[in-house]
């Protein structure tokens, strides 16, 4: 990591993530030898619902990013389909999954069309996606996943949660009645809807000083990795 002696810029709306892929930069000033979501790993939230019995059949993992969580599904033994919309994340995500020797359908799509997966899926995980789409983006990207899903398949999906201080470090944060109101009846079955923390890397200083003066109360696990505020979403499509 490098970094300036000026404080850091970010705004997480103006993100391009094919840019931070290829340069680890998602602010001015701060370039990272890893992404925020890049935790190497999947996430806590995901091996829970795992471990509970809440995935089965064939899985799409949208946003899979470096592929953290379509690499640890598809060494269970699932058959996982991983897309993002930046090529880099998807080449980092196929050699990933080669080193560690799992078959893993990666690609690069858009998240708001899906389109040549049409009633393909049994599962979909979904995590720190839906807070980077916009309201007109959530739109289509909620239709494209009715149309890829099977009727009775399941949508997990993480996404920051609306407060104070998430403008800092979201893109489009949500409220719960955005998503109570999106995913519910006739299209959805909602089975849960919580709050809870997603795990991001350790932040670098710059990072950690500017959400600091933006106001931002930061809580850390044992690790030292940083805990943001999130909605846990699980609902299964009518």
Known sequence: MTESDATPQLDPAA???EQAYRSGAVAEG??????????????????????????CGDVLDIGCGPGDSSIYLAGLGYRVT???LAPTAVERARARAAECEVAVSFAIADATELAGYDDRFDTVVSSALLHCLDQGQ??????????VMRPGARLIQFCFARTEHSDAYAPHSIEESEL??????????RTALRPDVL?????????????????????????????????????VRI
């Open 138 to 147: 959530r739109a289509a990207h909620v239709a494209a996943l009715r149309r």
């Open 180 to 189: 109570s109101g999106t995913f519910d009846l006739p299209d959805w079955r």
């Open 199 to 235: 795990t991001a890397i350790t932040p670098p200083p710059p990072i950690r000083e500017m959400l600091a003066g933006r106001g931002v109360p930061l809580e850390f696990d044992e690790e030292g990795a940083l805990l943001l505020p999130v909605w846990v979403l699980e609902a």
């Open 15 to 17: 993100i391009d993530f």
């Open 30 to 55: 701060v370039v990272m030898d890893r992404l925020p979501w890049e935790i190497g790993k999947p996430q806590p939230l995901l091996v829970e619902f795992e471990r509970a019995g809440r995935i």
């Open 82 to 84: 991983g897309l993002d």
